[in-house]
């Protein structure tokens, strides 16, 4: 199962109900944040549990510190008792790292880049772009290339046969089938070739084939061009002119990442805010302020050194938005209802408070 390719074919159904690709990324994050709200829930309930409990728990770890077996024991009793899960916080995270690597592998991926990597979503230029990357210029004919780039193709490409008719194959393992003849100088031609091989044809069938229209995809600069390849013995060649190929800086994509960090902290903020307790212990107070403006600077720097597509940041910037969302509602809620809770009072005390004011009155008389 190709989850890339169920991944790209999920946003192209979702982008013809919405109207784009960029609002298929949208309409995805929402989605499942919403398919999270719980999970979100029981991590805000979890971090105000643990505020309040701090005080409690540094008192055992305090207690117990030179005997760590028995600091564990009592301290796996003391979750119990309060019935407090201290990884429940962490599921909202662990859940959401496969749809980040999945949804990274599908913009990064020649099938993605060949149908919609132009798309664009307001200020966004191309959904596939990182910050830096290399320039070319599609459907000339000619690559732009640095020495070290590497190719791929789709899954499917169309063979002429002997007779001159026109067939749709299927070609397996499409990221490896078409390799480089040679090394890559820029500005000299590039020669290519695909085996046999890899076309998912019976032996009778490839031995009609005459030639082949392939897109074949720069990954590095996102160019696509559609080359005739040639059939020469087992192998189908084509020989393709070169530029050399400059870099780009996308500031769209700057914005971006900016943008990512400034929602990231502020998320932090909101929820450190919505945990904050008045017998929170005021150490792991300062430790998680600490964290709530370093993590962010962190995360954000790692972007402008590790390519991230301005889909994928797109999704990171949408996701914060919901999560400052669910922290302020989820919150006000949780509010409400430790405020019904404390409101509510012993009928034992309510007569016996009106029992008081009856003898004072009879007193006064």
Known sequence: MDFTVLTIDLLDKLAGFVGGYGWAIVALTVAIRLILWPLNDSQQRSMRKMQSLSPKMKELQTRYQKDPQVMQQKMMEFYKDNKFNPFAGCLPLLIQLPIFILLYGALMSPQFIQTAGDSSFYFIKRLDNTLKSYTGVAGDGTFSVMKHDTFSM??????????GEKVEVKVDNPQKAIQIQGEIVPAKPIDFKISLDNINLKFEQLNQIKSAEVSVINNGTKEVETINFERKDSLLTASVPTTEAKTAFHYDILALVILFGLTMWFASKVMAAAAHTADADPTQQAMQKTMGTMMPIMITAMF?????????????????????IQTVVINKRIDLEEAKTSQKIDPYTVNNAKKITDNKADDVN
């Open 154 to 163: 789709p899954k499917k490409i169309e063979v002429t046969m002997n007779n």
């Open 304 to 324: 402008f050194f590790f390519p991230i597509p301005a889909g994928v940041l797109l999704y990171l910037v949408v996701s914060n938005i919901i999560q400052i």
